[in-house]
Nanobody
Framework: QVQLVESGGGLVQPGGSLRLSCTAS????????MYWVRQSPGKGLEWVAG????????RYADSVRGRFTISRDNAGNTIHLQMTNLESDDTAVYYC????????RGQGTQVTVSL
């Protein structure tokens, strides 16, 4: 079955950086676009970024463009999200997803941006 396991979340001060990782299994990883989505307290799922099958094409939500970078390693079935210049509004549970709407996603990793 599909498994997506995220890691790398934590507590960081505003302006800081974090790198999230996700390891995938149970499907042919290299054939799928992969995504990061997030959910803030009291809000619905928000699409954050996507990366194409080869890693060349990337897409970002306006709220994170220029601060976040998504990448993938098909040999290791992993994707990453490098987050810089973090803001309090970035506080959320971040999910690795096989679908843009987050319908197939992992268990999530908490990112908290606070002093």
């Amino acid at each position: 079955q599909v498994q997506l396991v995220e890691s790398g979340g934590g507590l960081v001060q505003p302006g800081g950086s974090l790198r999230l990782s996700c390891t995938a299994s149970g499907f042919t990883f290299r054939l799928y676009w992969m995504y990061w989505v997030r959910q803030s307290p009291g809000k619905g799922l928000e699409w954050v970024a996507g990366v194409g099958t080869s890693g060349i094409l990337t897409r970002y939500a306006d709220s994170v463009r220029g601060r976040f970078t998504i990448s993938r390693d098909n040999a290791g079935n992993t994707i990453h999200l490098q987050m810089t210049n973090l803001e309090s509004d970035d506080t959320a549970v971040y999910y690795c997803a096989r679908d843009q709407d987050g319908s197939v996603r992992g268990q999530g990793t908490q990112v908290t941006v606070s002093l």
